[in-house]
């Protein structure tokens, strides 16, 4: 039996293409924490636990994941069955409560590193993949709606991505149905467009909003209020055509069963770090199946680690209305696989390859490792 031997994490800081301007902070810098498990055997697996934007997104951040991990979660399981992944999650569970972005890391490296001795894909633990490719949207949240415009334009003609979605809640309501009428309208019919909120919007703004981007064509809205105001968010999804799907609400399969009990929501952002892992995303993907809502592939702006586990739980769904958003490792300056993911033909593709089929690059790794010394990476 492989017993989980060590447990090692790192954050490591990317920095991004241009700024990503969200309502509530503007990214410059990824902070991704990587989690490397060695087992008695030889083997390892690797996994990432990420959030967005320090501590302004959620109750995680790249530090408290490292933490976590580092204090109470490593003691929990060493010395466990490395090949019981739903033990370890248990014990992990037991010793900490809430953290599911660093309860996620540890399983999807115990999922990894399965996998790997298995000779299988994560995929293939979670039953089969579905899907070769999946649909994925990119974010145009440059701050700018001209730059955003140039921005989607390229991308459609590399045959990159054909679902944009915006960032906004920064600016007052009005201004922002503005901003997104220019992009929607310079866009036209080559291109879906979505919006999301963070959040942002009370009730009142919510309702100005949601007539006018439904007025304008936009397709759908996340997280337009905030987390805690299911209720509202319901009365939303009732009165207005315009699909809303909920976000940051969701934090695993009991958020998911009340969210679909109180039709509270058309669409699930099913995120395999905020549901706390890929077992319990698989449980919010079943309720979100069950009730009929439209899903979507959502990310915490990961690296090509936390990305390829995703894709490898979404490959096995059996369909996703909204898509993916798994386009993290492209928002980023430098890529710290050996083997970059693929994009092409506006999907991004499942990885061949045992676990979640990718590679880190070590030298890239040490680089952008934070508090290392730096030697440019060859
Ligand atoms: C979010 O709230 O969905 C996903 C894409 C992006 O640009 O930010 C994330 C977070
Ligand atoms: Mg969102």
């Given amino acids: 039996?492989?017993?989980?031997?060590?447990?090692?994490?790192?954050?490591?800081?990317?920095?991004?293409?241009?700024?990503?301007?969200?309502?509530?902070?503007?990214?410059?810098?990824?902070?991704?924490?990587?989690?490397?498990?060695?087992?008695s055997d030889?083997?390892?697996?690797?996994?990432?636990?990420?959030?967005?934007?320090?501590?302004?997104?959620?109750?995680?951040?790249?530090?408290?994941?490292?933490?976590?991990?580092?204090t109470y979660i490593t003691p929990a399981i060493v010395g466990r069955d490395g090949d019981n992944v739903n033990a370890a999650r248990r014990a992990a569970e037991r010793a900490v409560m809430g953290n599911p972005i660093a309860r996620c890391a540890v399983e999807n490296a115990l999922w990894d590193g399965l996998g790997k001795r298995a000779g299988k894909s994560v995929a293939e633990l979670f039953g089969g993949a579905l899907h070769s490719g999946l649909e994925v949207a990119w974010t145009l949240a440059s701050g700018n709606a001209s730059q955003d415009i140039e921005?989607?334009?390229?991308?459609?003609?590399?045959?990159?991505?054909?679902?944009f979605k915006l960032k906004i809640g920064k600016r007052a309501v009005r201004d922002d149905i503005v901003h997104v009428a220019k992009i929607k309208s310079a866009l036209g019919d080559r291109a879906k467009v979505t919006v999301d909120v963070n959040q942002a919007w009370s009730l009142h703004d919510a309702r100005i909003g949601l007539a006018g981007l439904q007025e304008i064509g936009v397709d759908m809205v996340e997280q337009p209020i905030a987390a805690c105001h299911r209720h509202a968010l319901g009365t939303l999804t009732r009165d207005y055509q315009i699909a809303v799907m909920a976000d940051e609400a969701l934090r695993g399969p009991e958020d998911a069963l009340n969210h679909a009990c109180e039709h509270a929501a058309d669409a699930f952002a099913v995120k395999i770090a905020q549901s706390g892992g890929l077992s319990r995303a698989a449980e919010v993907i079943a309720i979100g199946q069950a009730a009929g809502l439209g899903l979507y592939g959502g990310t915490m702006l990961e690296s090509g680690v936390?990305?390829?586990?995703?894709?490898?739980?979404?490959?096995?769904?059996?369909?996703?209305?909204?898509?993916?958003?798994?386009?993290?490792?492209?928002?980023?300056?430098?890529?710290?696989?050996?083997?970059s993911l693929v994009y092409s033909d506006f999907q991004v593709h499942v990885p061949d390859g045992d676990g979640c089929g990718v590679t880190l690059d070590q030298d890239k790794v040490d680089f952008y490792t934070r508090g290392r010394s730096r030697a440019v990476p060859t």
């Fill in 151 to 163: 921005e989607a334009m390229s991308m459609l003609e590399q045959r990159r991505h054909r679902q």
């Fill in 1 to 39: 039996m492989p017993k989980i031997e060590t447990i090692s994490t790192r954050i490591v800081d990317l920095p991004t293409i241009r700024g990503h301007v969200l309502s509530m902070a503007t990214m410059t810098v990824q902070s991704v924490v990587l989690v490397h498990v060695q087992f």
């Fill in 42 to 70: 030889g083997s390892v697996g690797i996994g990432e636990g990420t959030s967005i934007g320090g501590l302004s997104y959620g109750a995680e951040s790249p530090e408290s994941i490292a933490s976590a991990i580092e």
């Fill in 306 to 339: 936390g990305t390829a586990a995703a894709l490898q739980l979404f490959s096995t769904t059996r369909h996703l209305a909204w898509g993916t958003e798994l386009f993290g490792p492209l928002l980023f300056k430098d890529d710290i696989l050996t083997q």
